[in-house]
């Protein structure tokens, strides 16, 4: 006799994280975002950050710091001509 096979599993879906009900742009940890943009890896990130190496909106960026998606991101050179 065999055993019954088990129905599959429904897949796991992954859920947008919804707009912010005043407007306001949703915001991802600084290094993610400069990940997804290409710049470097998420370690990278951290240690450019550490190093001064990133402004954003004109202000120098801090570890941990969450960004809207439209911030504009500066890398300093020395970032750039070490990767």
Same mark, same amino acid.
């Given at each position: 006799?065999?055993? +019954?096979? &088990?129905? /599959? =599993?429904?897949?796991?879906?992954?859920? /947008? =994280? +919804? *707009?912010? +009900? &005043?407007?306001?742009?949703?915001?991802?940890?600084?290094? =993610?975002?400069?990940? %997804?943009?290409?710049?470097?890896?998420?370690? !990278?990130?951290?240690?450019?950050? !550490?190093?001064?190496?990133?402004? *954003?909106?004109? #202000? /120098?960026? *801090?570890?941990? #710091? /969450?960004? $809207?998606?439209? $911030?504009?991101? !500066?890398?300093?050179?020395?970032? %750039? #001509?070490?990767?």
């Amino acid at each position: 006799m065999q055993n +019954p096979i &088990d129905p /599959p =599993k429904p897949a796991a879906v992954r859920i /947008p =994280k +919804p *707009v912010n +009900p &005043d407007g306001t742009p949703i915001t991802i940890r600084l290094n =993610k975002r400069m990940a %997804e943009l290409g710049l470097c890896s998420r370690r !990278e990130a951290d240690a450019w950050i !550490e190093r001064g190496w990133v402004r *954003v909106n004109g #202000q /120098p960026a *801090v570890m941990g #710091q /969450p960004v $809207a998606t439209n $911030a504009r991101t !500066e890398i300093d050179r020395q970032a %750039e #001509q070490q990767q």
